[in-house]
Structure formats: C-alpha cells, structure tokens
C-alpha cells in the first residue's frame, strides 16, 4: 500500500511538470503565437476573437490556473485552423494511433518472444550471436526507411498491401489489417528487437537461478523445467520493457505515420508544427504524455503486484 | 525507461576507467567493433572532405540524366533532377555528424553538469533536478524534439538544440547515479575532510572516477541524435534544402518508389550503417569500460 500511495504521488508531481511544461510550450514562441497562426492575411476581428477564444489575452496565472482546470475537465482550447475544440480533434485520431499501437505491439511480442528465448538456451553459440547481431540491427533502423522499404517490396513491388490510408476496424476489420500491416511490422520489428534483448538477458537470469537447479535435479524433464519454471518466471520483468514499447508507440509513431499517411496522433502533431496550431500541439503533447505516464504508472504497479520484492526495496 | 528500469542503473556501481589502450586492443581484437570503427571512419573523412571525395557536386541539377538507375558513372543512381545519389549521400554525411556531434555535447554538459551536482548535493537539489529528469522522460523523443521545432521554427539550429535537450535527461540520470555510489568512497570524504571544495572535488575526483559510463553513452547518443535528425529532416523539420540531408533525400524518394528503387536505399543504408556502428562500438565500450552497465541503459 506504502509503495502503491508512493508511486501515485510521484505520478501527480511529474504530472504536475508535465502540465507546466505544456502550458510554457505556447509562452516560449518568440513573438505573438495567435499572429504566427494566422500568417499575414487575417482581419483585426479575427484575431481579437481568436486571441480571446485562446485566452491569451488574460495574465499568466490566470492563463495558467484555466489550462490546468480545462485539462482536468477535458476542455483544452480550440484549434487556431479549424476553430474546433482540440479534445474532439484528438478523440477523432485516438483510435487510428490507439489501433496501430496494439498491432504494433502484437508483432514486437511475435518476435521477441521466440527469437529471445531461443538466443538465451542458445547462450554463446552461434545462433545466439545472429540473434543479438539481428536485434542490433532492429534497434539501428531508422522506421521511416523501413517502412519505405516495406512499400517498396509489399505494395510498388508485390502489390499484396496499400502503399497508405487508414480504414476503422469498426468499419471493415480486414482492411484495416491490410491496411494496418505496414506501420505494424515497421514500429513492431524496432520494439521487438529492444524487447529480445530483455528477454533473453532474463531467461538466461532465471536459467541460472536455484530454483530451476532444483527443479532439474528432481529429474523434470527438460520441456517442463523450461515451460513451468524458466519462461514463466523469465516473462515477468519484460512485461516492464514491453509497457514502455507500447508507451512509446502511442506517441513516437510520427515518422511512421507520415510516410503511411495514418490519420493518427502523431501526423497530428506534425501537421500542427507545420500550421503553428499551438493550442491542438499542446493538447496532443498533454495526452501523449500522459498516457504514457499512465501506463508506466499500470505496468509498475502490476509488476509490483506479481513481484512482492519490488514493494519491500 | 521506467522507474524499475532506472533502479537497474542507480545500482550499478562505476567501474575505475581503463586506459584507451585497452579500449584501442578490444576494438582490434573483435571484428565486429574493428568493422564498425573502419565505418565511422569513412563517415567522418565524408563529413570532413565530403566535396572532396564526391564524384559530382551535391546539387548539379541534369534534368536529362534524371531517375537513372545504378550505373558506372552514377554509383547510387540518380535523383528526380539528375543529382548524383553517392554524391549527395556522402555531402549530407556532414550535417548528419554535425548535428548529432553539437546536440550530443550540448546535452552532456547540460546533462552531465546537472547529474553531478544533484548526486553529489543530494537533498532538496537532487528531488528537484531528478523530477525534472522524470518529467522530460514522459515525452517522447521526437514529440519533445517536434515541440522544440514549434516554438524555434525549423532549421539546423533548432535541430541541434531540439536534440540537445532531447538527450539531456539520460546524461543526468546515469551522471547522477554514478555520483552516488561514488560520493561515499574513501578519496572523496578525505578530500572533504580536507576542505577541498565542492566543485574542486566534483571535477577532480567524482567526474573522472564517472566517466566510464557517460563515455558509453556518448557512443549510444550519437546513434539516436543521427537517428532523430534524419527523422526530423525526413519531416522537413531539419536541415532545409538543397542542403543534402540522409533524412531529406528520404522524404524526395517517396514520390518515386515505382520508378527509382535506389533513392530510397542509398541514403537510408547510410543512416542505418551508421546508427549501428555507432551502437556496436558502444556495446564493446560498454564491455571494456563499464561491464556492470550491461542492458541496463538499452
């Protein structure tokens, strides 16, 4: 219980920075933002009813205390393009980068799982060494390449899946796994090759712990020892690495985004650099931020809950 | 890196330096760290005499020699304007090593200089600097870096100094947690008992008896700041054209994946080869210098 209240207040203070640093991002623009947005044709009236609208118009600390008490009540200004409040805008791309975010996911863990378990009973021989070698190149790639090299070879070349677009899974599931195919394997090869490593670093910790010493010694055979006692245990700490891999992906999937055209957060946020739109960049950054902060805060606090030692250190 | 992850790190203990000569032996001694360094090697003399080495200047447009695939007198083929592909690949070798070296220094002396005070401070310094670390950890690299962008305008300025502090929280966190295992040695308290002052004993002996662990991750930051300034270039965020830029001739290759293949493989292999020899030579410096630091810093 200790370490559960402990680990909720350490979330309100970064939550607490996070909300700050939000709120600077529009205060540090060099000039006047409303004016930047708008470029150099726009009316006076315009620009008074959108600098009102923002609220820039009022002292910092009040401009401060209303974002922090709109982003409680989910009211995070309007867009400086399209005049629509921000949060519809991002509840409109949440599903898109929410949907790419667990195919993602899915793939890293078809990967990681198999290739670290085997590079960990396969400790220094060769396959091993191809195994570490491939999960080092996965880490070096750039995903935009990738996923330029995907189009190249699955959809101008073989022609099996589309180049871009995004279908709901709501509206037609098989498309949208056509569709999604692309993004998936590119943001999930990356994650899965981190989340390797970290399974088989701790598949060979648990090889050499007392227990499966034991266990051998009993005579289990070898299936059931590996089975009931290595992976199983072995799996716990990567649920960690994987929280931050699915973290990352709900945020970091810009690049990949772009090049995909997948309506998502991250194509929002860059088309928002782009335009100035300062009130929608805050408001992505806000949600991305603090999703990912929520599911650290889940994946530590369901970690904590399987592995009592983590609340006694 | 989560905090679980983190605690990995504040355990484990610097190890004393070892000399460049043993890094210089375990470089020669494996033929993937000898390969890597014989890489970084060509892509620094690129970055340095790029305009030397290159066949064609990086932007001689030939509109008649467009879209031409691999050939004897175009290694790499060439672009929608007839550019040489090798040509600009190599030129653009300088603003991918130009950036990433400046943001890289600025983020370890920032990082660095804030990890060391708070771990050797301690107290309400070290909460403070630490939640700050936390609260950088909660955006995404390229999310921070974008944010960055916005409020600058893009440009190559904004790009080293976006990932400058992109890459400051890292510095901090492992600056900081070797100065914690290191603050409670002998030589530090006897210097403390000696009256030596703060900053004298922070430079003289906390910073070296730290530098094995922040030399690795200097390795592994130049990997991802290349990564992230060909990622911001491809989003027109970075270096602007005609500069040639790996992540810019990316973005070009988009249009023309049917008809020209080898503008979207050369630039990327470049930044691929690089990102992965800069990772390997960290993973064997990481081995020599720092062998406690193992996965944890992944």
């Given at each position: 219980?200790?370490?559960?209240?402990?680990?909720?207040?350490?979330?309100?203070?970064?939550?607490?920075g996070?909300?700050?640093?939000?709120?600077?991002?529009?205060?540090?623009?060099?000039?006047?933002?409303?004016?930047?947005a708008?470029?150099?044709?726009?009316?006076?009236?315009?620009?008074?009813?959108?600098?009102a609208?923002?609220?820039?118009d009022?002292?910092?600390?009040?401009?401060?205390f209303?974002?922090?008490g709109?982003?409680?009540?989910?009211?995070?200004?309007?867009?400086?393009?399209s005049?629509?409040?921000?949060?519809?805008?991002?509840?409109?791309?949440?599903?898109?980068?929410?949907?790419?975010?667990?195919?993602?996911i899915?793939?890293?863990?078809?990967?990681?799982?198999?290739?670290?378990?085997?590079?960990?009973?396969?400790?220094?021989?060769?396959?091993?060494?191809?195994?570490?070698v491939?999960?080092?190149?996965?880490?070096?790639?750039?995903d935009?390449?990738?996923?330029?090299?995907?189009?190249?070879?699955?959809s101008?070349?073989?022609?099996?899946?589309?180049?871009?677009?995004?279908v709901?899974?709501?509206?037609?599931?098989?498309?949208?796994?056509?569709?999604?195919?692309?993004?998936?394997?590119?943001?999930?090869?990356?994650?899965?090759?981190?989340?390797?490593?970290?399974?088989?670093?701790?598949?060979?910790?648990v090889?050499?712990?007392?227990?499966?010493?034991?266990?051998?010694?009993?005579?289990?055979?070898?299936?059931?020892?590996?089975?009931?006692?290595?992976?199983?245990?072995?799996?716990?700490?990567?649920?960690?690495?994987?929280?931050?891999?699915?973290?990352?992906?709900l945020?970091?999937?810009?690049?990949?985004?772009?090049?995909?055209?997948?309506p998502?957060?991250?194509?929002?946020?860059?088309?928002?650099?782009?335009?100035?739109?300062y009130p929608?960049?805050?408001?992505?950054?806000?949600?991305?931020?603090?999703m990912?902060?929520?599911?650290?805060?889940?994946?530590?606090?369901?970690?904590?809950?399987?592995?009592?030692?983590?609340?006694?250190? | 890196?989560?905090?679980?992850?983190?605690?990995?790190?504040?355990?484990?203990?610097?190890?004393?330096?070892?000399?460049?000569?043993?890094?210089l032996?375990?470089?020669?001694?494996?033929?993937?760290?000898?390969?890597?360094?014989?890489?970084?090697?060509?892509?620094?003399?690129?970055?340095?005499?790029?305009?030397?080495?290159?066949?064609?200047?990086?932007?001689a447009v030939?509109?008649?020699?467009?879209?031409q695939?691999?050939?004897?007198?175009?290694?790499?083929?060439?672009?929608?304007?007839?550019?040489?592909?090798?040509?600009?690949?190599?030129?653009?070798?300088?603003?991918?090593?130009?950036?990433?070296?400046?943001s890289?220094?600025i983020?370890?002396?920032?990082?660095?200089?804030?990890?060391?005070?708070?771990?050797?401070?301690?107290?309400?310094?070290?909460?403070?600097?630490?939640?700050?670390?936390?609260?950088?950890?909660?955006?995404?690299?390229?999310?921070?870096?974008?944010?960055?962008?916005?409020?600058?305008?893009?440009?190559?300025?904004?790009?080293?100094?976006?990932?400058?502090?992109?890459?400051?929280?890292?510095?901090?966190?492992?600056?900081?947690?070797?100065?914690?295992?290191?603050?409670?040695?002998s030589?530090?308290?006897?210097?403390?008992?000696?009256?030596?002052?703060?900053?004298?004993?922070?430079?003289?002996?906390v910073?070296?008896?730290?530098?094995?662990?922040?030399?690795v991750?200097?390795?592994?930051?130049?990997?991802?700041a290349?990564?992230?300034?060909?990622?911001?270039s491809?989003l027109?965020l970075?270096?602007?054209?005609?500069?040639?830029?790996?992540?810019?001739?990316?973005?070009?290759?988009?249009?023309?994946?049917?008809?020209?293949?080898?503008?979207?493989?050369?630039?990327?292999?470049?930044?691929?080869?690089?990102?992965?020899?800069?990772?390997?030579?960290?993973?064997?410096l990481?081995?020599?210098?720092?062998?406690?630091?193992?996965?944890?810093?992944?």
């Open positions: 219980m200790v370490y559960v209240l402990r680990r909720l207040g350490h979330t309100a203070v970064v939550l607490l996070v909300s700050i640093v939000v709120f600077a991002l529009i205060q540090l623009v060099p000039g006047d933002p409303v004016r930047l708008l470029g150099t044709r726009f009316s006076q009236e315009s620009y008074d009813a959108l600098r609208a923002s609220g820039l009022q002292p910092l600390p009040v401009q401060f209303s974002f922090i709109g982003a409680l009540t989910g009211d995070l200004g309007v867009s400086f393009r005049g629509q409040p921000v949060t519809s805008i991002l509840l409109d791309r949440l599903p898109a980068t929410l949907s790419l975010a667990f195919a993602g899915v793939v890293a863990v078809i990967i990681a799982f198999p290739l670290g378990i085997l590079a960990a009973l396969r400790n220094g021989k060769p396959t091993d060494a191809v195994v570490r491939v999960s080092q190149a996965g880490v070096s790639l750039p935009f390449w990738m996923a330029l090299l995907l189009i190249l070879g699955l101008a070349g073989a022609q099996l899946l589309p180049s871009s677009g995004y709901p899974i709501t509206d037609d599931p098989v498309e949208w796994a056509r569709h999604v195919a692309i993004p998936a394997i590119t943001v999930g090869l990356i994650a899965g090759s981190i989340m390797t490593r970290y399974v088989r670093s701790s598949v060979l910790e090889l050499g712990a007392d227990h499966v010493r034991t266990a051998r010694s009993k005579g289990l055979r070898e299936r059931i020892v590996l089975g009931r006692h290595v992976v199983r245990n072995a799996l716990v700490p990567v649920i960690t690495v994987g929280g931050v891999q699915l973290a990352t992906m945020g970091g999937v810009v690049v990949v985004e772009v090049v995909v055209g997948w998502g957060l991250g194509r929002l946020v860059f088309d928002a650099v782009n335009q100035r739109d929608v960049i805050q408001g992505a950054v806000l949600l991305i931020a603090v990912f902060l929520l599911i650290n805060l889940i994946v530590d606090l369901l970690y904590a809950r399987i592995d009592p030692r983590i609340r006694l250190s | 890196m989560t905090s679980h992850a983190a605690a990995i790190v504040d355990a484990a203990p610097p190890a004393p330096v070892s000399g460049w000569r043993q890094v032996d375990a470089i020669v001694r494996r033929p993937v760290a000898l390969v890597s360094a014989a890489v970084l090697l060509v892509v620094v003399l690129a970055a340095v005499a790029g305009p030397l080495i290159a066949p064609y200047p990086a932007n030939d509109l008649s020699r467009a879209l695939p691999p050939s004897g007198a175009h290694w790499f083929g060439t672009d929608e304007l007839g550019r040489d592909v090798l040509s600009r690949v190599v030129l653009a070798a300088r603003v991918s090593m130009l950036v990433s070296v400046v890289v220094t983020a370890f002396v920032v990082g660095v200089t804030l990890g060391l005070v708070a771990g050797y401070a301690g107290g309400w310094a070290d909460t403070l600097a630490m939640r700050a670390v936390d609260v950088m950890f909660a955006f995404p690299v390229l999310l921070l870096a974008l944010s960055i962008v916005a409020i600058l305008g893009p440009g190559l300025t904004t790009a080293m100094i976006a990932i400058g502090v992109v890459y400051t929280p890292i510095f901090a966190r492992v600056a900081r947690a070797s100065t914690l295992s290191v603050r409670e040695e030589y530090v308290r006897a210097a403390r008992g000696m009256g030596a002052r703060p900053l004298g004993i922070i430079a003289r002996h910073l070296p008896n730290v530098a094995a662990p922040l030399i991750q200097t390795s592994l930051s130049l990997a991802f290349i990564l992230s300034e060909a990622a911001l491809f027109g970075g270096v602007q054209p005609p500069e040639p830029s790996w992540g810019r001739m990316l973005f070009d290759a988009r249009g023309y994946l049917d008809q020209a293949w080898w503008m979207a493989v050369f630039p990327g292999l470049a930044v691929f080869v690089t990102v992965l020899a800069f990772n390997l030579i960290g993973d064997t990481r081995d020599v210098l720092d062998p406690s630091g193992r996965e944890a810093r992944r």
